[in-house]
């Protein structure tokens, strides 16, 4: 069986692709935009260089890889990126989901896949809407979830038309160790990292420090998509999650308790977003219900396992 990961260079690609090595026999192909020299990294994978935003790179693509399971994963993924170009956001997105299934579908291939979307499609969460089970209203507040939205639904669309083999999954916040520096749980480690090693002031820069997510570690997120792609209904679609919100100031005492740096605190207004939903938490019963799958890693644990991660990237 194959196993074709599209942004297998990314934190979550990476992270799925040592997941399926470890975890199955299959064989691994990848597919990164520019460089492939982060996902060289992972031993047993074949790594294609292809821009999906291109339809004829998209069918050398799959034509190439010929897969069993797809993970699309290949994204902008970065919310306040979308809000400073949301048309590079929407094309990467939209476009590049596009071609990939389009391609499949014109050369006839039958592989199951996994459409990844986001919680950021239920947007501003009312009170009554919690948690957020699949039912729950549709309300995108930011260029990325109208890109995650019509992912999502353009999933639903080839099920419906092509009889594609489709599973929909909304996965709500994951973190872990090597995510990029941009996101809030890695910024924070990295901050308190430098300041352990004297590379900055004993300042933390913050953002939001009252939004309340449902986070969930990237492994167990990657064992999800394994365990969705296998036992997932075509044409369905399914919440992950841990089912508890977590808030960023909880997240953050947990890295400042294991250090032992005195640690002032100043909020960055340049790391406000225009629009934030407060609080937003899954309803994962449905994914439970279907695949068995549960969580494992706890948040501490993760929080702790982030901060050492910068630890050893940091000399």
């Not at 934190?11 to 192909?29: C, K, M, Y």
């Not at 020299?37 to 050398?60: F, H, K, M, N, Y």
């Not at 489709?166 to 990295?190: C, D, L, M, T, Y």
């Not at 300042?203 to 997932?232: E, H, P």
Request: aromatic fraction near 8%; charge should be neutral; glycine fraction near 6%.
């Amino acid at each position: 069986m194959r196993a074709l990961i599209t942004g297998i260079a990314g934190f979550v690609g990476a992270h799925l692709a040592e997941a399926i090595r470890a975890e199955t026999d299959w064989e691994v192909w990848g597919a990164v935009i520019g460089s492939v020299e982060r996902a060289s990294a992972i031993s047993g994978v074949r790594i294609l260089t292809t821009d999906l935003r291109e339809p004829e790179q998209a069918r050398v693509l799959v034509e190439a890889a010929q897969p069993d399971w797809v993970f699309h994963l290949a994204a902008q993924a970065y919310v306040p990126q979308s809000w400073a170009d949301p048309w590079d956001t929407y094309q990467t997105n939209i476009r590049s989901q596009l071609n990939l299934l389009d391609a499949m579908s014109r050369l006839g291939l039958q592989p199951r896949i996994l459409v990844v979307s986001s919680n950021e499609v239920y947007g501003y969460a009312h009170p009554g809407d919690l948690p957020l089970n699949e039912n729950a209203p549709l309300r995108p507040n930011s260029p990325y979830s109208v890109s995650k939205l019509a992912q999502d639904f353009m999933g639903l669309q080839y099920f419906l038309d092509r009889q594609m083999s489709i599973i929909r999954v909304r996965p709500f916040n994951h973190i872990g160790p090597r995510q990029n520096e941009r996101f809030v749980a890695p910024s924070f480690a990295k901050q308190i990292v430098e300041i352990e090693r004297g590379r900055r002031e004993p300042v933390l820069r913050l953002g939001n420090m009252a939004a309340q997510r449902d986070f969930t570690d990237v492994r167990d997120m990657v064992r999800a998509y394994i365990q969705g792609i296998q036992k997932g209904e075509p044409g369905d679609v399914y919440n992950i999650g841990t089912g508890t919100a977590r808030s960023v100031r909880e997240m953050l005492d947990i890295m400042l308790a294991s250090t032992p740096m005195t640690i002032a605190e100043e909020i960055d207004p340049a790391k406000i977003r225009p629009s934030d939903t407060p609080i937003s938490y899954a309803d994962p019963s449905k994914f439970k219900r279907q695949t068995g799958w549960e969580p494992r890693i706890s948040f501490q644990q993760t929080c702790v396992d982030i901060l050492n991660d910068w630890r050893s990237r940091i000399p």
